[in-house]
Nanobody
Framework: QVQLVESGGGLVQPGGSLRLSCAAS????????ISWFRQVPGKELEGVSC????????YYVDYVKGRFTIAGDNAKNTVNLEMASLKPDDTAVYYC???????????????????WGRGTRVTVSS
C-alpha cells in the first residue's frame, strides 16, 4: 500500500527554521517525483517545491527560493524540506505528494499528483 506521511511541523518564531519530512512506503522515491504543497484555511493549495530523486532535479516557487531546500534521502526513503528564514506568511498546512512526472514548474500542479500525505501544520508566529 502506497503511503506518504509528513512530519516536522510545529510552532516557530519569525526568522526561525524547521525541517519537514515526507516518508514514503509502498514505493521507492527514485521512481517518483515528490512535491510539497501548502494550504492556508480558506485558500487553495499552492505549490512550494518538488524533487525528482532519481536525478536530483529540483524546483522552487519564487516566494521560497533561497529560503527552502528540498532533498531526498534514499536510505530512509524520505524527502526533506528544510525551511529557513521563516515568515508569518509561511504559516500553513504543508502536504507532500507523489507523481510519476519529472519535477519542473509545470509538474507542481495539484491535479497531477497520484498520492498525498495528510499534512503537517507549520505556524510562524512570535
Amino acid at each position: 500500500q502506497v503511503q506518504l506521511v509528513e512530519s516536522g511541523g510545529g510552532l516557530v518564531q519569525p526568522g526561525g527554521s524547521l525541517r519537514l519530512s515526507c516518508a514514503a512506503s509502498g514505493f521507492t522515491l527514485d521512481s517518483y517525483t515528490i512535491s510539497w504543497f501548502r494550504q492556508v484555511p480558506g485558500k487553495e493549495l499552492e505549490g512550494v517545491s518538488c524533487i525528482s530523486v532519481s536525478d536530483g532535479t529540483t524546483y522552487y516557487v519564487d516566494y521560497v527560493k533561497g529560503r527552502f531546500t528540498i532533498a531526498g534521502d534514499n536510505a530512509k526513503n524520505t524527502v526533506n524540506l528544510e525551511m529557513a528564514s521563516l515568515k508569518p506568511d509561511d504559516t500553513a498546512v504543508y502536504y507532500c505528494a507523489g507523481s510519476g512526472g519529472h519535477c519542473s514548474g509545470y509538474s507542481l500542479d495539484v491535479h497531477g499528483m497520484d498520492y498525498w500525505g495528510r499534512g503537517t501544520r507549520v505556524t510562524v508566529s512570535s
